[in-house]
């Protein structure tokens, strides 16, 4: 069985893991650089940071880029344990609502360590997220 929270040792390895990734973001339109790592219930990290577009619809967050790639090397039962978010002003800063649907759908008990307006926070996605949208 894995355990629903990782320690803190886990927890600072992801957010580490969120700011070396967040140094490679491709954010030339709003310079805000984003980053982001997961941890899958396997023990696996996978990261991600936010490449943005001329086109600005097309721009993707860090954490689906990193929920994304973890998929693809992992395939489609791969599950989120926890995920880390970070960004280059230290402002407060969640997941988006699309981030958040999409951590639900590989992590619907992962946890999510994000800056939040009083300081680092630490919640379970199905309170970024109540009431997550599942098609089963
Ligand atoms: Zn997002």
Known sequence: MH??????????????????????????????????AL????????????????SYGMTNCAERAAIFSA???LGPKMEIRAIAVVNNHNAPCSPCGACRQVIYEFGPKAVVYFLGSSGPKELPVTDLLPEGFRLK
């Open 3 to 36: 355990k629903r929270k990782p320690n803190g040792d886990a927890r600072k390895r992801l957010l580490e893991a969120a700011r070396r990734a967040m140094k490679n973001a491709y954010a030339p339109y709003s310079k805000f650089k984003v980053g982001a």
């Open 39 to 54: 941890l899958t219930t396997t023990g696996k990290l996978f990261v991600g940071c936010n490449v943005e577009n001329a």
């Open 71 to 73: 998929v693809a090397q």
